[in-house]
C-alpha cells in the first residue's frame, strides 16, 4: 500500500476515535451537567419544604397530611419535581403525588437524613428509578432543633433521560461535521507528509534512519539534540546512560528531564564548553547550534565524562594531604627531638622525662583525638588526616568523643565527610584561630553526619542555591569550576533515602547536618569524592 494511503487511513482511524471519545464524553459530561443542575434545585427545594413554618406546625396536628399534602403538590407543579414527600421520625408519609401511599411507610431506608445527614442518590421507590434528595426536618428550623421527620425530593431517572435526548440530535450533527472535517483534513495532510519527505517509500527512510542510528549510536561521546522549542529530538545511547534517563524522554521538553544546569546550556544562544553536575557525575558539555540550510533549528550538546578525571584528581588531593601531614608530622618531630636533646645536654632529665610524659603520642598520625567509635576505617584515616592538616593551618578540628560510625560497605560517609570538612576549613581559613566540629552517629534508622564551624556562616541569600549545581558562594555565585561539592552531597543524601539541612551552629559559624538511610546491596555505590 502506498505511504499516501496508508497516511489517510490512519489519520481517518484516529479522526473516527476522537470524535467517537469527544462525542461520548460531551454526553457524559452533558448528563452530569444535568444532574448536577437538578440536584441543586432538589436541594433547595427540599430545604424549603423542611423549613416552611406551616409544615413544622402541622406535625403537631392531629391530621398532619391535611395541611402537608396540599403545600406539597404545590411546590412539587410549581418547580417540575416528580415528587415531594414529607414523612414524620418513623417514615410515615404525610404527602405523596399518589393519595393512596399516605399514611404508610416509606419503601426506602430514611435513615440518613433521620441521622441530620443529607442524602443524595439513586433509589427505586413507588413511583420507580429516581433520583432523588432527603432531607431532615427540624421542629424548630434550625439545626438545633430535633429532627421530627424528613423532606424527600426527586425527578424520575427517565425525565432525565429524556432531557438529555433533546440535546443529541445537535450534538450528533457537529460530531458529523467534525468527522468530515477531519477526513479532508487526513487527506491533506498525507499529501502534504508525502511531499515533505521527497516522495520516499517506508522502505527507504527505514535505510536511511538506520544508516543514521548506526553512527550516532557508535560514537563514544554522549549526544543531546533539541529542535527550536527546546524538546528533546535525539538521545545516543552514551547521552542517555551519562543522564540516566530512558527511551521515552525523547519528544519532551529538556527542562523537564534533565538537570537545570544542562537544560541551560541548551536554552543559551552562545557556543558553550562548560563543566557541569548530572546526578552524581561530572561531566563536559559542549554545545552549538544546529543548522540547516543556514537557519537554526534547535541546538547540540556533546558530553564527555569527567568523573574519572576528577576521582584522580580527587586521589592526588589525598596524596598531597597526605604528603602535607608526614611534612607536619616531622616538624613537630624534629622539634620535639631538639627540646628533649636540649633539656639531656643541659643535665635537666627529670624535666626531658616529663616532657615526653606530657607529650604522649607525639606526632604520630593516629592521633588520640580521633573517637574510639569510629570503626569506619577508611572514615578514620580520613578525620586523621584531616586533623593533621587542620592543626597546620591554626585551625582546632574536634571529633566529638561520643561519635559512633560503622562502616556501611560505600565510600559516600567519606565523600560527604571530604567535602564538609573541607569547605568548613574553608570558612575558618581567614580566621585567627578556628574551630571545626564533627559528630558522627549510627542508629537502625541510619547515619547522621554533622560538621559545623565558627567562620562567617552561609548568608541566608545564598541558603535556597548552596545545593545546586556549579552554585558557589565563592567568587560571586555560579561558576564554572566551583560549587559541585554541596550538590554531590545533597544527591548522595537523596539517593540514600536521606537529606541535608544546614542552620546556625553553635560554634558561631554554620552547621550542616546529613542524615542516610541504611545502605542496601542494590544501593549504587560511586567512588566519586569532588572536594
Same mark, same amino acid.
Given at each position: 500500500?502506498p505511504?499516501?494511503?496508508?497516511?489517510?487511513?490512519?489519520?481517518?482511524?484516529?479522526?473516527?476515535?476522537? %470524535?467517537?471519545v469527544?462525542?461520548?464524553?460531551?454526553?457524559?459530561?452533558?448528563r452530569?451537567?444535568?444532574?448536577?443542575?437538578?440536584?441543586?434545585?432538589?436541594i433547595?427545594?427540599?430545604?424549603?419544604?423542611?423549613?416552611?413554618p406551616?409544615?413544622?406546625? !402541622?406535625?403537631?396536628?392531629?391530621?398532619?397530611?391535611a395541611?402537608i +399534602?396540599p403545600?406539597?403538590?404545590?411546590?412539587?407543579?410549581?418547580?417540575?419535581v416528580?415528587y415531594?414527600?414529607?414523612?414524620?421520625?418513623?417514615g410515615i408519609?404525610?404527602?405523596?403525588?399518589?393519595?393512596?401511599?399516605?399514611?404508610?411507610?416509606?419503601?426506602?431506608?430514611?435513615?440518613v437524613?433521620?441521622?441530620?445527614?443529607?442524602f443524595?442518590?439513586t433509589?427505586?421507590?413507588?413511583?420507580?428509578e429516581?433520583?432523588?434528595?432527603k432531607v431532615?426536618?427540624?421542629?424548630?428550623?434550625?439545626?438545633?432543633?430535633?429532627?421530627?421527620?424528613t !423532606?424527600?425530593?426527586?425527578?424520575?431517572e427517565?425525565?432525565?433521560?429524556?432531557d438529555?435526548?433533546?440535546?443529541l440530535?445537535?450534538?450528533?450533527a457537529?460530531?458529523?461535521?467534525?468527522?468530515?472535517?477531519?477526513?479532508a483534513?487526513?487527506?491533506?495532510?498525507?499529501?502534504?507528509?508525502?511531499?515533505?519527505?521527497?516522495?520516499?517509500?517506508?522502505?527507504q527512510?527505514?535505510?536511511?534512519?538506520?544508516?543514521?542510528?548506526?553512527?550516532i549510536h557508535?560514537i563514544?561521546?554522549?549526544? %543531546?539534540?533539541?529542535?527550536?522549542?527546546?524538546?528533546?529530538?535525539?538521545l545516543n545511547?552514551?547521552?542517555?546512560?551519562?543522564?540516566d534517563l530512558?527511551d521515552d524522554?525523547?519528544?519532551?521538553p529538556?527542562?523537564?528531564?534533565?538537570?537545570?544546569a544542562?537544560?541551560?546550556?541548551l536554552?543559551d544562544p552562545?557556543?558553550t564548553?562548560e563543566?557541569?553536575?548530572?546526578?552524581?557525575?561530572?561531566l563536559?558539555?559542549?554545545?552549538?547550534?544546529?543548522?540547516?540550510?543556514? %537557519?537554526?533549528?534547535?541546538?547540540?550538546?556533546?558530553?564527555?565524562?569527567?568523573t574519572e578525571?576528577?576521582?584522580?584528581? @580527587?586521589d592526588l588531593d589525598?596524596?598531597?594531604?597526605?604528603?602535607?601531614a608526614?611534612?607536619?608530622?616531622a616538624h613537630?618531630?624534629?622539634?620535639?627531638?631538639?627540646?628533649?636533646?636540649?633539656?639531656?645536654?643541659?643535665?635537666? @632529665?627529670e624535666?626531658?622525662?616529663?616532657?615526653? +610524659?606530657?607529650s604522649?603520642?607525639?606526632?604520630?598520625l593516629?592521633?588520640?583525638?580521633?573517637?574510639?567509635?569510629?570503626?569506619?576505617?577508611?572514615?578514620?584515616?580520613?578525620?586523621?588526616?584531616?586533623?593533621?592538616i587542620?592543626?597546620?593551618?591554626?585551625?582546632?578540628l574536634?571529633?566529638?568523643?561520643t561519635?559512633?560510625?560503622?562502616s556501611?560497605?560505600?565510600?559516600d560517609?567519606v565523600t560527604?565527610?571530604?567535602?564538609?570538612?573541607?569547605?568548613?576549613?574553608?570558612a575558618?581559613?581567614? !580566621?585567627?584561630?578556628?574551630?571545626?566540629?564533627?559528630?558522627?552517629?549510627?542508629n537502625?534508622d541510619?547515619?547522621?553526619?554533622?560538621?559545623?564551624?565558627?567562620?562567617?556562616?552561609?548568608?541566608?541569600a545564598?541558603?535556597?542555591?548552596?545545593?545546586?549545581s556549579?552554585?558557589s558562594?565563592?567568587?560571586?555565585?555560579?561558576?564554572?569550576?566551583?560549587?559541585?561539592?554541596?550538590?554531590?552531597?545533597?544527591?548522595i543524601?537523596?539517593?540514600?533515602?536521606?537529606h541535608?539541612?544546614?542552620?546556625?551552629?553553635?560554634?558561631g559559624?554554620?552547621?550542616?547536618?546529613v542524615?542516610?538511610?541504611?545502605?542496601?546491596?542494590?544501593v549504587?555505590?560511586?567512588?566519586?569524592?569532588?572536594?
Amino acid at each position: 500500500m502506498p505511504l499516501r494511503s496508508q497516511l489517510f487511513l490512519l489519520q481517518l482511524a484516529i479522526v473516527l476515535v476522537i %470524535v467517537a471519545v469527544a462525542g461520548s464524553t460531551a454526553v457524559a459530561m452533558q448528563r452530569l451537567q444535568i444532574r448536577e443542575q437538578y440536584q441543586d434545585r432538589m436541594i433547595g427545594v427540599a430545604q424549603s419544604v423542611a423549613q416552611l413554618p406551616s409544615v413544622i406546625e !402541622a406535625f403537631g396536628e392531629a391530621d398532619p397530611s391535611a395541611t402537608i +399534602q396540599p403545600i406539597a403538590d404545590l411546590i412539587r407543579q410549581s418547580t417540575g419535581v416528580t415528587y415531594v414527600v414529607v414523612t414524620d421520625a418513623d417514615g410515615i408519609r404525610y404527602s405523596h403525588p399518589n393519595p393512596e401511599l399516605i399514611g404508610e411507610r416509606v419503601s426506602t431506608d430514611p435513615s440518613v437524613p433521620l441521622s441530620g445527614e443529607i442524602f443524595v442518590g439513586t433509589q427505586t421507590g413507588t413511583l420507580g428509578e429516581s433520583w432523588r434528595v432527603k432531607v431532615p426536618v427540624y421542629d424548630d428550623g434550625t439545626t438545633t432543633g430535633d429532627i421530627i421527620g424528613t !423532606a424527600s425530593v426527586g425527578v424520575l431517572e427517565s425525565e432525565l433521560d429524556a432531557d438529555l435526548y433533546e440535546d443529541l440530535p445537535r450534538l450528533l450533527a457537529w460530531l458529523i461535521v467534525a468527522a468530515l472535517v477531519g477526513s479532508a483534513g487526513a487527506i491533506w495532510i498525507s499529501r502534504l507528509v508525502w511531499r515533505r519527505i521527497y516522495r520516499l517509500e517506508p522502505e527507504q527512510i527505514a535505510s536511511l534512519l538506520e544508516t543514521r542510528d548506526a553512527m550516532i549510536h557508535g560514537i563514544s561521546e554522549g549526544m %543531546v539534540a533539541v529542535d527550536a522549542h527546546h524538546r528533546i529530538a535525539l538521545l545516543n545511547d552514551e547521552a542517555k546512560r551519562l543522564l540516566d534517563l530512558d527511551d521515552d524522554a525523547t519528544g519532551r521538553p529538556a527542562a523537564d528531564v534533565m538537570e537545570p544546569a544542562l537544560a541551560r546550556l541548551l536554552t543559551d544562544p552562545a557556543d558553550t564548553d562548560e563543566t557541569v553536575l548530572s546526578g552524581e557525575r561530572v561531566l563536559l558539555a559542549r554545545t552549538s547550534d544546529a543548522l540547516v540550510d543556514g %537557519v537554526r533549528v534547535g541546538r547540540v550538546m556533546i558530553l564527555r565524562d569527567r568523573t574519572e578525571l576528577y576521582q584522580l584528581l @580527587t586521589d592526588l588531593d589525598g596524596e598531597r594531604d597526605a604528603t602535607q601531614a608526614l611534612r607536619a608530622q616531622a616538624h613537630e618531630f624534629a622539634n620535639r627531638m631538639h627540646t628533649i636533646s636540649g633539656l639531656l645536654e643541659l643535665g635537666r @632529665t627529670e624535666q626531658a622525662v616529663d616532657f615526653i +610524659q606530657r607529650s604522649g603520642h607525639g606526632g604520630s598520625l593516629v592521633s588520640g583525638s580521633i573517637a574510639p567509635g569510629i570503626r569506619d576505617p577508611d572514615a578514620a584515616s580520613l578525620l586523621m588526616t584531616k586533623s593533621t592538616i587542620a592543626a597546620e593551618k591554626g585551625v582546632t578540628l574536634s571529633i566529638d568523643e561520643t561519635s559512633l560510625l560503622e562502616s556501611d560497605g560505600t565510600t559516600d560517609v567519606v565523600t560527604i565527610l571530604g567535602i564538609l570538612i573541607d569547605n568548613a576549613l574553608e570558612a575558618v581559613a581567614d !580566621a585567627a584561630s578556628g574551630r571545626v566540629s564533627v559528630h558522627l552517629e549510627t542508629n537502625d534508622d541510619g547515619v547522621r553526619i554533622t560538621v559545623s564551624d565558627d567562620g562567617p556562616g552561609v548568608p541566608p541569600a545564598d541558603v535556597a542555591g548552596i545545593f545546586s549545581s556549579g552554585y558557589s558562594t565563592k567568587d560571586g555565585g555560579r561558576t564554572g569550576t566551583r560549587g559541585f561539592g554541596l550538590a554531590l552531597v545533597d544527591r548522595i543524601a537523596r539517593r540514600r533515602s536521606g537529606h541535608v539541612v544546614v542552620d546556625d551552629a553553635e560554634l558561631g559559624g554554620a552547621e550542616f547536618t546529613v542524615w542516610l538511610a541504611p545502605s542496601l546491596a542494590d544501593v549504587p555505590r560511586p567512588t566519586l569524592q569532588v572536594p
